[in-house]
């Protein structure tokens, strides 16, 4: 079982759809990230949480550390939010840092 | 403008080749990393660097190798002995520790065997 699991794998939404993506992980972490992976292949951080909640804009991520499960919404959904979603989590164990652990990442096609 | 330039964005790789993926960065990042992202599957990485002249193997080092001289570049070599090589090419830099810093990645570079 991977450590890291996304779901849905792939997501197709109508524009303006209110857009969940989520992310469960089975290690423990001292911060989880949510990236975002355009067609060309780039990627872009869009959040890092340890607790709570994080917005930006349209985007939303939230983190629930006792249920090691994290959401990431996009409300009012557009077409050029079409991308691959990519969470990742900051694996802590004995006092030491590991490296990123990435989940296989949400393609998501926003129709207009 | 601040940020990760990674070159080639294409290469191609004939049987029994060393190639070497360029990777640099301006944001005066201490550590830098190379990732390698197959179809269907999280990026896995292969090795990082946290400070100039030291480096450690990721997950998956076999048949690769880096060099760290200089704190804005960083790059990979993928070896003869990577039996398979093809793949999509990420590396990032943060500026202190991995997981409490936000990842800055270069646009990529995809690899493919002739």
């Known amino acids: 079982k991977n450590e890291v699991e996304q779901s849905p794998q792939n997501l197709t939404a109508q524009e303006g759809e209110f857009i969940t993506i989520n992310c469960s992980y089975s290690?423990?972490?001292?911060?989880l990230h949510w990236l975002q992976q355009h067609p060309g292949g780039g990627i872009v951080s869009l959040f890092m949480?340890?607790?709570g909640k994080k917005k930006h804009g349209r985007l939303i991520a939230t983190i629930n550390i006792q249920e090691k499960h994290s959401s990431l919404h996009i409300t009012a959904s557009h077409p050029r939010d079409s991308a691959v979603y990519i969470c990742?989590?900051?694996?802590?164990?004995?006092?030491?840092?590991?490296?990123?652990?990435f989940g296989k990442g949400t393609k998501l096609s926003v129709k207009p | 403008d601040g940020g990760i330039t990674q070159s080639p964005k294409y290469l191609f790789r004939k049987e029994g080749q060393n190639v070497t993926l360029s990777c640099e960065q301006n944001?005066?990042?201490?550590?830098m990393y190379w990732y390698r992202q197959d179809p269907g599957q999280g990026l896995r990485l292969i090795y990082y660097?946290?400070?100039?002249?030291?480096?450690q193997k990721g997950d998956i080092a076999e048949g690769y190798s880096v060099s760290r001289e200089k704190k804005e570049s960083f790059p990979l070599t993928v070896t003869s002995a990577q039996k398979n090589p093809t793949a999509f090419y990420l590396c990032?830099?943060?500026?202190?520790?991995?997981?409490?810093?936000?990842?800055?990645f270069g646009a990529g570079t995809r690899l493919s065997v002739l």
């Open positions: 990032a830099s943060t500026s202190g520790l991995q997981g409490f810093n936000i990842q800055y």
């Open positions: 290690v423990g972490i001292s911060a």
């Open positions: 949480l340890s607790s």
């Open positions: 990742a989590v900051q694996r802590y164990y004995g006092g030491s840092q590991g490296n990123l652990i």
């Open positions: 944001l005066n990042h201490d550590a």
């Open positions: 660097s946290q400070i100039v002249n030291d480096f």
